[in-house]
């Protein structure tokens, strides 16, 4: 059994190492599923907004990381 | 310029296909690391016993799992799917940005050997069967092969055709690792597993954007060629940032 708490373990470890970072993610998300299909005039800047987004929530949590060490 | 359809494809293929192949590249070196530990110290037979039964779960796995995905109408899928490359993808750039910048140690094949090894030689002598050893190799190729398995199915269910380049890209990971280890008959220290983290970490970040965002129903500019230009995005940002912390965490170390 232990080898499948283990395994348990890993498969939530694939998405999840910071949960600060996973739930901005998600957040993320979940406001551009919400926002985006009300934004259908502009759905050329919709890919632009979702990856915007996600870059500003990387460079957010690396450099929180940087200013802990 | 007039690209075809096929030539749209192709993209994705390729795509997918080297996202599988690198980061399987990756969880095959640190399996590889465990059961050459596991072999030298323990024996042969039970540390490709265990190996071979769990890359024969894993296979069951892929056989169950990838075609019953692939009935699936992709519309349905490709949301949750896109999600979960895309968490995975991130997670990799993150923790490769942070090691290429020194705030997290880089993954040592060496010290990972000599601290199985030591492990398995306080263990005791085994009489028979050496199911010490079968367990060990069985659990380090599940745990690492489950990350593959992952990224198989997942990449694999983004449309026709993809399961067998996903596959095809973890099989050729796995018998390009298996044959080194053969012929060297020591861990894989010099596989530049950081280089591989960030790539691939851009790739499945790049490819989890790209579904989520057709799951949205957002129309890509130039359909599939944006993958290629939100991998290169991704991969600047993350060049652009290992700097910028290393400097960020050098200013905090003064002040401090």
Known sequence: ???????????????????????????????????????????????LALFAGLAAILIESVLRFSRRR | MNLGLGH?????????LAAAFLASLVECVEALTVVLAVGSVRGWPGALAGAAAALGVLAAIVAAVGPALTRIPLHRIQ???????LLFGMRWLRKAILRAAGLIALHDEEAAYA???????????????DRLAFAASFNITMLEGTEVVFIVVALGAGGSGLMAAASLGAVAALLAIAALGVALHRP????????????VGGLLAALGTFWVGE??????????????????????????????????????????
């Open chain 2, 8 to 16: 749209l494809e192709a993209t994705r293929l390729w795509t997918t």
């Open chain 2, 188 to 199: 894989l220290a010099r596989v530049p597993e950081n280089t591989l983290k960030f790539a």
């Open chain 2, 115 to 129: 601290k199985k090894t030591a492990a398995l030689r306080g263990a005791g002598v085994a009489s028979g069967w």
């Open chain 1, 1 to 47: 059994m232990r080898w499948i708490k283990s395994i348990a373990r890993e498969v939530v470890g694939l998405f999840v190492e910071d949960g600060s970072f996973a739930g901005a993610i998600a957040a993320w998300l979940v406001v551009c599923l919400a926002a985006l299909p009300r934004l259908a005039a502009s759905a050329r800047w919709a890919g």
């Open chain 2, 79 to 85: 949301l949750v799917v896109g999600a979960m490359i």
């Open chain 2, 215 to 256: 799951g949205a129903g957002i129309v890509w500019p130039g359909d599939n060629l944006a993958i290629p230009v939100l991998i290169a995005a991704y991969l600047a940002l993350a060049l652009c940032l290992v700097p910028l912390c290393r400097s960020r965490a050098c200013a905090v170390a003064r002040e401090g």
